[in-house]
Nanobody, 116 residues
Framework: QVQLVESGGGLVQPGGSLKLSCAASGFTFSRYAMNWYRQSPGKERELVAFIASAGRSTTYANSVKGRFTISREDAKNTVYLQMNSLKSEDTAVYHC?????????WGQGTQVTVSS
């Protein structure tokens, strides 16, 4: 079965950096696009970043463009989100998502808190 497990969240000061990881299993990872979403209390879930299969293309939310970088390592079935110049408004639970056979699968999420 499809499983996604995020890690790498934590507490960081404004201006700091974190790198999130999402380890995938149960499907042929290299064939599928991967997404990072985030959700904070009282806000709608937001698509943060997208990476196509083989890393052919990436897209970012305007709010993170130039600060976040999505990448993938197909040999490790893992997608990453490098987050730099973090701001308090980046505080959220970050989830990875994949669509396999027309069904969306989500990880449990990892909490990122940006605070001094």
């Amino acid at each position: 079965q499809v499983q996604l497990v995020e890690s790498g969240g934590g507490l960081v000061q404004p201006g700091g950096s974190l790198k999130l990881s999402c380890a995938a299993s149960g499907f042929t990872f290299s064939r599928y696009a991967m997404n990072w979403y985030r959700q904070s209390p009282g806000k709608e879930r937001e698509l943060v970043a997208f990476i196509a299969s083989a890393g052919r293309s990436t897209t970012y939310a305007n709010s993170v463009k130039g600060r976040f970088t999505i990448s993938r390592e197909d040999a490790k079935n893992t997608v990453y989100l490098q987050m730099n110049s973090l701001k308090s408004e980046d505080t959220a639970v970050y989830h990875c998502k994949v669509r396999v056979n027309f069904r969306d699968y989500w990880g449990q999420g990892t909490q990122v808190t940006v605070s001094s």
